[in-house]
């Protein structure tokens, strides 16, 4: 073989190495983007599930401390006794076992329940402080059922985390005839007895249950 033809033997061996280097450094390159974009991703996704877990946490504890509020305020078993067309003017006349401003709610729709056989409903305002990060507006709304059953719930509105709860107080009523003080029937002249009778009204007494109240919920995401 001549000096020349074992040269350009050796160049062209040379070439075809290099060629085969570069495809290996490709192939390598390749798979190194596709493990450093999984490993992005998997960052990106971790990030967004821990910022989603924070959010659920607060919405958890918002709405958690919210029903606690409400609950703290169920003293002990209520009772309201209701005589229409005194008691909505009678502030003396409160719902025994709940805190004050709450049980003047009830009141009102008690009355109102009473007078109309038919359910009410109010809403409820929060103080959100303490709860920064809130993803959404704490909300809540109570209604009183025709039997007089109280629903309380308590949900993240405008959020993408919410922890909704309920809060069940049954209730249960009884209507009775009271005499009326001072209002005694004058007797027949030729009546046997000569006391006479008293006039009578209707009362209802309206009872909760501390003991029987529960509280359901679930998690519910956007």
């Given at each position: ?10 160049v ?6 290099r ?21 992005v ?21 918002a709405?958690?401390?919210?029903m ?9 078993d ?6 229409e ?11 025994k ?16 329940v ?5 359910e009410?409903?109010r ?12 993803d ?80 359901t919920g ?5």
């Open positions: 073989m001549t000096p020349l033809k074992k040269t350009t033997k050796l062209r061996k040379k070439l075809n190495t060629g085969a280097s570069m495809v290996v450094a490709l192939v390598i390159f390749i798979i190194c983007s596709f493990v450093a974009l999984a490993i991703n998997s960052a990106i996704l971790n990030a967004k599930r821990t910022i989603a877990e924070r959010k659920g946490d607060i919405a958890f504890k709405t958690t401390q919210a606690k509020l409400i609950t703290d305020c169920i003293k002990d209520s009772i309201y006794r209701y005589e067309g005194v008691s909505a003017n009678d502030d003396n006349n409160t719902v076992g709940m805190e004050e401003t709450f049980g003047l709610k009830i009141k009102e729709m008690a009355e109102t009473a007078s109309s056989n038919d009410t409903s809403t409820i305002t929060f103080e959100s402080e303490g709860l920064d990060g809130l959404g507006t704490l909300k809540g709304k109570i209604t009183m059922q025709s039997d007089f059953t109280i629903n309380v719930d308590v949900w993240i509105d405008g959020g993408k985390e919410d922890y909704p709860l309920t809060l069940t107080i049954p209730g249960s009523s009884q209507t009775v005839l009271e005499d009326k003080i001072g209002k005694k029937i004058k007797p027949e002249v030729n009546a046997a007895v000569a006391t006479g009778t008293f006039e009578q009204k209707e009362v209802t007494y309206i009872s909760w249950s501390k003991i029987g109240m529960y509280v679930k998690k519910a995401s956007s």
